[in-house]
C-alpha cells in the first residue's frame, strides 16, 4: 500500500513555476501532526522548505518566503506546494514528509531542475 504519492516536479526556466502535490493514505492522514516538503540539493543537507498544520498554520523557509506557497485539502488528504519565480537555486529533489507521534514518513522524492 503507498502510504505517501508525490507528483508535479520537472524541468523550468528561471522565472517559471511548477506546483507539486502530496497525497497520504487516510491512516497517515488523519494521525499526522503537521505535513511539509523538504528538499535535497546534490551536495547539501536536505532543508525545510515549507509546512503547514492540521489547522492551516504554515510554515517557511526565509529562501521561498514570497515565491512558494503551501496549502492543503482534507477532502483529498492532500497539501500543494506552488512554486512562483523558481530559481536555478531551487534546483533539488523535493520529499513531502508526515510526521506523527508514532509515525515519520517520507515520500520518494520529485525532481525540480530550474535551468535556461
Known amino acids: 500500500q503507498v502510504q505517501v504519492q508525490e507528483s508535479g516536479g520537472g524541468s523550468v526556466q528561471p522565472g517559471g513555476s511548477l506546483r507539486l502535490s502530496c497525497t497520504a493514505s487516510e491512516r497517515l492522514f488523519s494521525l499526522s501532526i503537521h505535513m511539509g516538503w523538504y528538499r535535497q540539493a546534490p551536495g547539501k543537507e536536505r532543508e525545510l522548505v515549507a509546512s503547514i498544520t492540521a489547522g492551516g498554520g504554515v510554515n517557511y523557509a526565509d529562501s521561498v518566503k514570497g515565491r512558494f506557497s503551501i496549502s492543503r485539502d482534507n477532502r483529498k488528504r492532500s497539501i500543494y506546494l506552488q512554486m512562483n519565480s523558481l530559481k536555478p537555486e531551487d534546483t533539488a529533489v523535493y520529499y513531502c514528509?508526515?510526521?506523527?507521534?508514532?509515525?515519520?514518513?517520507w515520500g520518494q522524492g520529485t525532481q525540480v531542475t530550474v535551468s535556461s
Open positions: 514528509r508526515i510526521p506523527g507521534r508514532q509515525f515519520d514518513v
